[in-house]
């Protein structure tokens, strides 16, 4: 089995060597890792982003708090990105590449460290127009 794994591997690197498609596509998830984890330093900062605990419950729930910090920019992003495809003069502008990098996943917009203010009376102006105006508390 050991001797298989090591084939395995090796018909992988060959192919990596020789692939430029295959690199790219490699790189590009190391990319989007990279970013994430990256963002899960700044949203968990605390205690140099490290779960300083042994505690099963308290762990538990430090991964769960984690879980959520992630989803909750991660599904803004979507709205926002889906505003800018629905906009036609961007569905001009971006070709199948330029889609294809489209991402929820960054994070460069957020300021970790930066007072934010909150206004819980507004809804954040996505979804354009019509849908927006749906959204506005009565």
Request: hydrophobic letters at 40%; charged letters at 25%.
């Amino acid at each position: 089995m050991c001797g298989l794994g090591r084939a395995q591997k090796t018909i992988f690197v060959a192919r990596h060597l020789r692939l430029r498609e295959l690199q790219r596509e490699i790189q590009e998830g190391l990319n989007v890792v990279e970013s994430s984890n990256g963002a899960n330093l700044v949203i968990f900062y605390g205690k140099g982003g490290d779960i300083a605990t042994n505690r099963r419950e308290e762990l538990e729930m430090s991964v769960l708090c984690l879980r959520v910090l992630q989803a909750a920019p991660v599904y803004i992003d979507t709205l926002m990105l889906q505003d800018v495809l629905a906009d036609p003069e961007w569905a001009e502008l971006l070709k199948p590449a330029d889609r294809r990098g489209l991402t929820p996943l960054f994070w460069q917009h957020v300021q970790p460290y930066g007072e934010v203010w909150l206004d819980v009376a507004k809804r954040l102006p996505l979804g354009g127009g019509e849908r927006a105006a749906q959204r506005e508390p009565e």
